[in-house]
């Protein structure tokens, strides 16, 4: 029976290409990809016990707890992805407390075989925002598929490749945004990347400033597999 093997934890910045990367090695190796964002809004649209959990969370303010996001992570592993050679967690964990929460799911015997590495995205904050403003998503929720434009590319009504829904700027790609966003990732992922610098498991630093295609011959490269 295969079993679950190769984790990456995708840490980077919003724009940095963790989708599209993803998008690759799911193409390539047949990984599963879970996105905890485009996971979080699937459980709000479908309105299940999480989902209902989250939005409250989301409408009082609050942050969503670690717990519940590690139920998450863990029911979707379960369901989805236990049988895959590998998966990628992007977006999770974010802090070092949902860091050590993860570790805490992954001593479970399920998990004995896997080994974990994470995938460190470096690029520069100015050039996040320039890919922020181009970039679009599919409205669709059981779809999301993320398309990066050049600034003369961008027009209204441009469709989605895999489901033809219609493409959209997500509310919180907007510049004013992005910098609060940017601060906040950097003042958690700096903690998370110094904890996992410490811990076992092996880790990559990527320059994603390249283009995808030589992002993801390097990534390739640097795990040891072959396409
Ligand atoms: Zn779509």
Redesign the pocket.
Known sequence: MKSLKDIYIFIGPPGSGKGSLSHLCKKSFGWAHLSTGNLCRQHIARMTDIGLQIDQAIKSGKLISDDLMIDMVNQWIKEVALSSQGIILDGFPRTVSQAKALDDLFSQKEFVDASVTIVSMNINDEQVINRLKTRLV?Q?EA?Q?VYSFLPSQVSKGLT?Q??K?VLIQRVDDNSDVVYERLKTYHHYADDLLVYYRNSVCKVIDLNVELPLDYVFKTFVESTGKST
């Open positions: 599919c669709n779809c598929a989605c895999e489901c829904d």
